[in-house]
């Protein structure tokens, strides 16, 4: 059974710093990514790694604020987030994608975990 659990939510002041987890089990050979969604919103991707952590991509709107990591050793997914902005504020959730290449799609997804809120006050 494939299982996603994400941690290091929370609430920060805008210009702060959160460092998202999302440890996996029950999946090899994955593609991993980031989403997230703010109330009102579609689901939208903010980041994604290959299988080997070579390969890394960003939303525009993230990039050079956030960075995407990988310890396969660990099955765990992080997630720096750097010069948060109240914009950032959303369920921020953790996504397995069977193979190895990078995946930016939703659609290319299977396997979801549960969200971990993330709240920028200003």
């Known amino acids: 059974q494939v299982r996603l659990v994400e941690s290091g939510g929370g609430l920060v002041q805008a210009g702060g710093s959160l460092r998202l987890s999302c440890a996996a089990s029950?999946?090899?050979?994955?593609?991993m990514g980031w989403f997230r969604q703010a109330p009102g919103k579609e689901r939208e991707f903010v980041a994604a790694?290959?299988?080997?952590?070579?390969?890394?991509g960003y939303a525009d709107s993230v990039k050079g604020r956030f960075t995407i990591s990988r310890d396969n050793t660990k099955k765990t997914m992080y997630l720096q987030m750097n010069s948060l902005k109240p914009d950032d504020t959303a369920v921020y959730y953790c996504?397995?994608?069977?193979?190895?290449?990078?995946?930016?799609?939703?659609?290319?997804?299977?396997?979801w975990g549960q969200g971990t809120q993330v709240t920028v006050s200003s």
């Open positions: 029950g999946v090899s050979n994955y593609a």
């Open positions: 996504a397995a994608a069977t193979g190895l290449r990078l995946r930016t799609s939703i659609a290319d997804y299977d396997y």
């Open positions: 790694i290959s299988w080997s952590g070579a390969s890394t």
